[in-house]
């Protein structure tokens, strides 16, 4: 089983529709984010949280929402999702300060109609 | 914020060929890494690498902290070599980790 697991990989959705992505990990890490990927940008930065009641905004956290329910849980929402959000999200884990390899999970890909 | 620019952004290279990619950045950072991006979208940990030289097979990276910027090398390249390769930089002053836009490599047979 993958140590950082994203549900749905894949989700086809219409414009205003409430979408929720989520993540969990067995790696035991503190630090969770959630990242934007698209072509030529390369991954960009929305939320990451530290511990469960240390939440962050990153580099494009517009529209976009998150809840750490538990150390191992982090959810990315999209209260009103929009065709420009129509991107590869990738959720990343790393155990600490000055520790910080990432670890990914495989992606969820979401289409906004 | 800090920048993080990534070269060439595109590379063109015959199997076997050597190359290498080049990492810059803007402020003070705590550690730096290097992910491939295969071609089915998965991001592979190459090297974690604050400052000095790692080798692992045909690649090795090489991060100059006091001069902002890090080399990752290919040898012998294959078609396997092939995707976009990322690196990464965890920011000193609020411990963000920042990617560079990636270097789309593509390795003809």
């Known amino acids: 089983d993958a140590d950082v697991t994203q549900t749905p990989r894949n989700r086809i959705t219409k414009t205003g529709k409430r979408i929720m992505l989520e993540c969990s990990q067995t790696?035991?890490?503190?630090?969770m984010y959630w990242y934007r990927q698209d072509p030529g940008l390369g991954l960009r930065l929305i939320y990451y949280?530290?511990?469960?009641?240390?939440?962050n905004k990153g580099e494009i956290s517009d529209g976009y929402s998150v809840s750490r329910q538990a150390q191992a849980k982090f959810s990315l929402s999209l209260e009103s999702a929009i065709p420009n959000q129509t991107a590869l999200y990738f959720c990343?884990?790393?155990?600490?300060?000055?520790?910080?390899?990432?670890?990914f999970g495989e992606g969820s890909r979401l289409t906004v109609l | 914020g800090i920048q993080v620019e990534q070269s060439p952004p595109d590379l063109i290279l015959q199997e076997g060929a050597n190359s290498t990619l080049r990492c810059n950045f803007s402020?003070?950072?705590?550690?730096l890494q290097w992910f491939h991006q295969n071609p089915w979208g998965q991001l592979i940990n190459l090297f974690y690498?604050?400052?000095g030289t790692k080798q692992n097979g045909r690649l090795s990276a090489t991060t100059v902290a006091t001069e902002r910027y890090s080399l990752l090398y290919i040898s012998s390249s294959q078609t396997t070599d092939s995707g976009v390769y990322f690196c990464?930089?965890?920011?000193?002053?609020?411990?963000?980790?920042?990617f560079g836009k990636g270097t789309r490599l593509h390795i003809l047979p």
């Open positions: 990343a884990t790393s155990r600490g300060h000055m520790t910080g390899e990432l670890f």
């Open positions: 790696k035991g890490h503190d630090r």
């Open positions: 949280s530290f511990d469960v009641k240390d939440i």
């Open positions: 402020d003070s950072v705590n550690n």
């Open positions: 690498i604050p400052s």
């Open positions: 990464a930089v965890e920011v000193d002053r609020d411990d963000k980790i920042i």
